[in-house]
């Protein structure tokens, strides 16, 4: 898979949206091939993700929508959720999908997708506020062995674990912090240990609503 999004395949049940997303794709740059595929789980299991950058994907509660999502990151295509208002108050709809972005059906544009290919080209994980927000409203408050655990945070670690809030990659936050990608990883692996959390996105979320818990909002 090559490091941008030059081709592009589109899974979606509504015709609307795929001619929608056509049309908006023709607008982004870089964008070289945009295939549809039928929304069915033979046409889905057809796919030869070895050539597709970018997978643009709905309906994600469906089983065989979210196996044909795993087979496409396991090729090294990016998946991008469209999702509709509905699922954005229910984000647990998509627990276990594998997704590298998520977008809004209803905000979508050319500049919103080349912003989003862009990021996640790079490494990051694009994610509309509104969803954001509606996963640290699910997600419980710190306990106080995880506030415990922040505190014992180095200044370094506290301002990556802020980057992780961003939603930013390793790379970038090498970037941002003027350190190697190696030092960024090491950072991001010592955060998640001594806060005790399987992944960089749980560790944001408690992150988000200790601020909370802080600031009393």
Request: with cysteine.
């Amino acid at each position: 898979m090559s490091a941008t999004a030059e081709h592009v395949a589109v899974l979606t049940r509504s015709e609307v949206l795929r001619v929608g997303v056509r049309t908006l794709l023709a607008r982004v740059p870089g964008v070289a091939s945009v295939r549809d595929h039928a929304y069915e789980p033979q046409s889905a299991a057809a796919i030869d993700f070895a050539d597709v950058d970018i997978l643009l994907l709905s309906c994600p509660r469906e089983e065989w929508v979210r196996e044909t999502a795993a087979r496409a990151g396991a090729a090294g295509t990016k998946v991008l959720l469209l999702l509709d208002e509905r699922m954005v108050d229910d984000p647990d709809s998509i627990r276990g999908v594998v997704a590298h972005g998520v977008l809004l059906k209803h905000e979508l544009t050319s500049d919103a997708l080349t912003l989003a290919f862009a990021q996640t080209c790079n490494g990051g994980f694009p994610m509309p506020s509104a969803f954001s927000h509606a996963l640290i409203r699910r997600s419980p408050g710190p306990s106080l062995a995880q506030r415990e655990r922040i505190a014992t945070l180095t200044p370094r670690e506290r301002e990556t674990l802020d980057l992780l809030v961003e939603g930013l990659s390793n790379k970038l936050i090498a970037r941002r912090l003027r350190i190697s990608e190696h030092g960024a990883k090491r950072l991001v692996a010592n955060i998640l240990a001594k806060m005790n959390c399987p992944n960089r996105t749980q560790a944001a979320a408690i992150a988000v609503r200790e601020h909370a818990v802080l600031s009393g909002a």
